[in-house]
Structure formats: C-alpha cells, structure tokens
C-alpha cells in the first residue's frame, strides 16, 4: 500500500509544480514544466518508480566519488536525471523547458517528499 501511496503522491505534487510553473507571457501560456493531465501524472509517477527502482542503483554506483566530493549535493543533480529521463521514456505529454526547472522540481519534490514521509512515519 505504501508504494501506491507515494505514487499517488508523487503524481499530486508533478500536477501542483505543472501548475505552480505555468506563467503568461503576452496573452500565451509557457511551460517551464508540463504535465498534461491526471493520467500523465499517473503514469509519469509509475515510470520514475520504476526507474528509481531499476536505474538509480546503477547511477548512484557510478557518480558516488562524485557525491562524495559535493557532501552529497550531487544527488539532487541525479534526482534531476531521473525526472529527466521519467520525461523521455512518459514523451511529449510531460516535459520540462531545461535542466534547471528540472533541478528545481528535483528539490521541491525532494522536500516534499521528505515531508509527506516524516508525517506518514509518526503515525
């Protein structure tokens, strides 16, 4: 049940940043982060899931001297490459405008995961 709750989650917070980084500019919208609808965000959850399960292992492996050197700041940059990849494999329904929202959405999503988990773990 757990797992399906983080997905459920982690599909909420990809709807509310999608909106948070929606802006008008000259009467059209821009997308620094786009996620096209509930089912998307779904299904985007379910694949970075998957790919934290399957291909983060191997990532971490390989950037650890580099994780290293930073105290552990590189693996926000890794959480980034996974959302990165999460958009690749999901396609053109869910996609960021460069790295850097990319990093962004990372941190948030990483705070407010570690929120959502503190208050889950003291019930």
Do not use: C, K
């Not at 552990?72 to 869910?94: D, I, K, P, R």
């Amino acid at each position: 049940m757990r797992f399906w709750s983080r997905i459920l989650v982690n599909a909420i917070i990809f709807l509310a940043l999608a909106g948070f980084f929606q802006s008008s500019l000259a009467g059209t919208y821009q997308h620094a982060f786009y996620v096209s609808g509930v089912g998307i965000a779904l299904l985007a959850s379910l694949v970075l899931a998957v790919l934290n399960t399957l291909v983060r292992p191997i990532l971490f492996i390989l950037s650890l001297p580099i994780t290293i050197l930073t105290l552990g700041l590189f693996s926000v940059v890794l959480n980034a490459v996974m959302l990165e990849l999460t958009s690749w494999v999901v396609g053109s329904n869910f996609t960021f405008a460069s790295f850097g929202v990319t990093l962004v959405v990372a941190i948030v999503m990483a705070l407010f995961n570690a929120i959502i988990s503190d208050h889950l773990a003291h019930r």
